[in-house]
């Protein structure tokens, strides 16, 4: 032992012998040696990796695609730097969205301002934040900092506006088909979203491909708006995409006393080498409301779950005939995984696209199935590493628009060159700056 270490040890116990307990305590808890291993770390909030802004499609047809990379915190960033008019302008659409959440007749009241009305939507999403934010992962805490810090936005803006997938989820619709139900043997996934028209999303579509620096991580693609940084729909290099839908109240009620969903799909993509992995994270998770998940992977093993705060129920292809769920039974087809908000419809198509399932197939499938809200279809080729993306216009669903393509396979290539031959802005961020959204 040291003679430092002596004399303190020497000290503290002739104080204790003198039953100076609380001085004793002062002793311990100042010491410099405890106070450093007490103290949280400071994060990292060195940015050096720049970002880089490409599109594709045509016209009223065009999606910005967003390349980063590095730690979460600079890929949040360079989002926010690269994109901040942008971000300020999602931020407006989605507080004057955001009014869906108070009761029609608090709306439609003269009595209540519009700032009024603003002042009740923050404080109860801020409330709901407070719910959600311990379960948070800490990767998509930095990133939001990040974002905040680059676009100039407020912090607890940024947390509102990410919110809002727990507090107002809806259903949808998913599909994976494998093997025999494909006319060409590839791995097909689809994913509805039938929720957040209101919000004007689809003025600002996004994709996000992430190439993380954090130990373990997968490159992966995020498909959605421009401002928002979890995942509801995407895919990672290992194959592994993403499809959900809300599942209405499930037994036991609901919470907010847990991971985000876009936080925790985000998980899946950044960790999970395949779809058994990517549900025992899900199944891992302090989840919140009630989701149906539809996780598929290259192998082609699809895998559903059905899940709440209180249950996760996993259920494969080719398991059997049925699924029962709260006393509903649900027809099962081979090699195929799906669900969906027009249940029964959907499960009469699939019974006729049995052996005939491709692009064109499911685009035609979705146009039957999704419900007059669609905001975005994704169509994802697991096989080829291919997708393609529709947004909705207006009030012309996304199932009814012209889809983009996407290669995957360039995205992963494109993002490593990027990073290679990175420029190092070497920018370090205040926290005094960022808690501020200076």
Same mark, same amino acid.
């Given at each position: 032992?040291?003679?430092?270490?002596?004399?303190?040890?020497?000290?503290?116990?002739?104080?204790? #012998?003198?039953?100076?307990?609380?001085?004793?305590? *002062?002793l311990?808890?100042?010491?410099?040696?405890?106070?450093?291993?007490? *103290?949280?770390?400071?994060?990292?909030?060195?940015?050096?990796?720049?970002?880089?802004?490409?599109?594709?499609?045509?016209?009223?047809?065009?999606? *910005?695609?967003?390349?980063?990379?590095?730690? =979460?915190y600079?890929?949040?960033?360079?989002?926010?730097?690269?994109?901040?008019?942008?971000?300020?302008? *999602?931020?407006?659409?989605?507080?004057?969205?955001?009014?869906?959440?108070?009761?029609?007749?608090?709306?439609?009241?003269?009595?209540?301002?519009?700032?009024?009305?603003?002042?009740?939507?923050?404080?109860?999403?801020?409330?709901?934040?407070?719910?959600?934010?311990?379960?948070?992962?800490?990767?998509?805490?930095?990133?939001?900092?990040?974002?905040?810090?680059?676009?100039?936005?407020?912090?607890?803006?940024?947390?509102?506006?990410?919110?809002? =997938?727990?507090?107002?989820?809806?259903?949808?619709?998913?599909?994976?088909?494998?093997?025999? +139900?494909?006319?060409?043997?590839?791995?097909?996934?689809?994913?509805?979203?039938?929720?957040?028209?209101?919000? /004007?999303?689809?003025?600002?579509?996004?994709?996000?491909?992430?190439?993380?620096?954090?130990?373990?991580? /997968?490159?992966?693609?995020t498909?959605?708006?421009?401002g928002?940084?979890?995942?509801?729909?995407?895919? /990672?290099?290992?194959?592994?995409?993403?499809?959900?839908?809300?599942?209405?109240?499930?037994?036991?009620?609901?919470?907010?006393?847990?991971?985000?969903?876009?936080?925790?799909?985000?998980?899946?993509?950044?960790?999970? %080498?395949?779809?058994d992995?990517?549900? +025992?994270?899900?199944? #891992?998770?302090?989840?919140?409301?009630?989701?149906?998940?539809?996780?598929?992977?290259?192998?082609?093993?699809?895998?559903?779950?059905?899940?709440?705060?209180?249950?996760?129920?996993?259920?494969?292809?080719n398991?059997?005939?049925?699924?029962?769920?709260?006393?509903?039974?649900?027809?099962?087809?081979r090699?195929?995984?799906?669900?969906?908000?027009?249940? /029964?419809?959907?499960a009469?198509?699939?019974?006729?696209?049995?052996?005939?399932?491709?692009v064109?197939?499911?685009? %035609?499938?979705?146009?039957?199935?999704?419900?007059?809200?669609?905001?975005?279809?994704?169509?994802?080729?697991?096989?080829?590493?291919?997708?393609?993306?529709?947004?909705?216009?207006?009030?012309?669903?996304? #199932?009814?628009?012209?889809?983009?393509?996407?290669?995957?396979?360039?995205?992963?290539?494109?993002?490593?060159?990027?990073?290679? #031959?990175?420029?190092?802005?070497?920018?370090?961020?205040?926290?005094?700056?960022?808690?501020?959204?200076?």
């Open positions: 032992m040291s003679k430092g270490n002596v004399s303190f040890v020497v000290c503290l116990s002739a104080v204790i #012998a003198l039953g100076c307990g609380s001085v004793a305590k *002062t311990v808890l100042k010491n410099p040696k405890v106070e450093k291993v007490l *103290t949280p770390p400071k994060p990292d909030r060195t940015v050096e990796h720049v970002g880089r802004i490409e599109s594709i499609g045509e016209g009223d047809n065009r999606i *910005t695609v967003l390349y980063v990379s590095g730690t =979460p600079e890929m949040g960033y360079e989002h926010g730097r690269l994109l901040a008019d942008q971000v300020r302008a *999602t931020i407006r659409d989605v507080q004057a969205g955001a009014d869906k959440f108070l009761p029609k007749e608090l709306r439609n009241s003269k009595w209540i301002s519009r700032r009024d009305e603003d002042d009740i939507i923050g404080a109860l999403l801020d409330r709901a934040w407070n719910m959600m934010a311990p379960y948070a992962p800490k990767e998509d805490l930095e990133e939001m900092a990040g974002l905040a810090a680059g676009s100039g936005i407020s912090l607890d803006l940024i947390h509102q506006m990410h919110a809002i =997938p727990d507090v107002g989820e809806t259903s949808c619709s998913g599909l994976i088909a494998r093997g025999s +139900a494909t006319r060409d043997g590839h791995v097909y996934q689809l994913r509805i979203l039938d929720y957040g028209a209101n919000f /004007n999303l689809q003025r600002r579509p996004l994709i996000t491909v992430y190439l993380p620096t954090t130990d373990n991580a /997968n490159q992966y693609v498909i959605g708006w421009v928002f940084v979890g995942a509801i729909s995407g895919i /990672n290099e290992k194959g592994v995409a993403l499809s959900e839908m809300g599942f209405g109240v499930p037994p036991g009620g609901k919470t907010l006393a847990g991971t985000p969903m876009p936080f925790l799909l985000k998980n899946v993509l950044r960790y999970a %080498d395949s779809a992995e990517g549900a +025992a994270i899900v199944r #891992a998770a302090r989840r919140t409301n009630s989701y149906i998940y539809f996780l598929g992977d290259k192998s082609g093993d699809p895998i559903g779950l059905v899940t709440s705060a209180y249950r996760c129920l996993a259920y494969h292809a398991e059997s005939d049925t699924l029962v769920v709260d006393g509903e039974t649900y027809p099962q087809f090699d195929v995984v799906y669900g969906g908000h027009y249940e /029964n419809k959907q009469q198509l699939v019974r006729q696209m049995q052996g005939a399932f491709d064109a197939a499911i685009q %035609d499938l979705a146009k039957q199935i999704a419900m007059k809200s669609n905001l975005q279809t994704v169509i994802y080729d697991l096989t080829a590493d291919r997708i393609w993306v529709a947004n909705r216009k207006d009030r012309i669903r996304a #199932a009814d628009r012209p889809y983009v393509e996407f290669s995957l396979a360039d995205a992963w290539s494109k993002s490593l060159q990027y990073a290679s #031959a990175r420029d190092t802005v070497s920018e370090r961020v205040s926290s005094d700056r960022i808690a501020a959204g200076n």
